[in-house]
């Protein structure tokens, strides 16, 4: 009579989706394929597809605070209504539903998910922008919907190397919140020897690279002893 072990499998996410029409190359993902011109049939494989949407962030005092991006990966719809309505005295536009079930796509250093969501109220502002030009294009580019890769690689914090004159030193980009970072190669500089990494400018607290973690953008500057 002692419990001793609590098995929780991982949450799957399903939405439902309504809308009054859909892009053309919805039809794929709908079941639909195009039998000849003007001529489509149902019922067919259906492709796999992903969606971005947001939902706004506000209160009573300040209904504009901000808003959320959800990016939804792995989804493949299934109707759930289709129904037509004679021509009658007071037509109403007809609306299209689906059923949508995920597969979760892998993410570096975490669990696979299906969805990822962005604070715009707790992202930097220049990334962000980097980020929405992806997803919704610009004059000169496609819109694209990122990999949680290339999302890390756009949001991410950046671990700067100031070497004090001493030879460069590649910066980090794409780290996660509270990750550790691979100590880069040490740097040189002429009749002096290097001493390590510090996370301030006075270099009085020295940075170790096994467990200090970054959880935000930061600078490493290089100590010297002279040689």
């Known amino acids: 009579n002692i419990k001793y072990l609590n098995l929780m499998s991982t949450e799957e996410l399903e939405a439902s989706v309504e809308a009054y029409t859909y892009p053309d190359e919805f039809a794929a993902c709908d079941g639909s394929a195009e039998l000849v011109t003007g001529a489509k049939i149902g019922q067919q494989p259906r492709k796999m597809f992903a969606l971005s949407y947001q939902t706004k962030i506000g209160s009573d005092l300040n209904p504009d605070l901000g808003y959320k991006i959800h990016i939804i990966y792995g989804c493949m719809a299934s109707p759930s209504e289709k129904s037509h309505d004679t021509v009658n005295d007071s037509p109403e536009a007809m609306t299209f539903s689906w059923d949508i079930t995920t597969t979760p796509i892998d993410v570096s250093g975490f669990k696979p998910t299906a969805s990822i969501e962005i604070d715009s109220t707790k992202t930097d502002p220049t ?15 496609a819109s694209a919907l990122p990999l949680p890769s290339e999302i890390l690689e756009l949001l991410g914090f950046t671990v700067t190397f100031s070497t004090d004159g001493g030879s460069t030193v590649d910066p980090i980009t794409g780290v996660s919140s509270g990750a550790t970072i691979e100590e880069p190669t040490d ?15 006075g270099l009085t607290e020295a940075w170790v690279f096994a467990t200090d973690t970054v959880t935000s953008d930061i600078t490493l500057y290089a100590k010297w002893v002279s040689a």
């Open 187 to 201: 740097p040189t500089k002429d009749n002096y020897t290097f001493d390590g990494w510090y996370s301030d400018a």
């Open 127 to 141: 990334k962000l922008a980097a980020l929405e030009a992806v997803l919704y294009g610009t004059e000169g580019a």
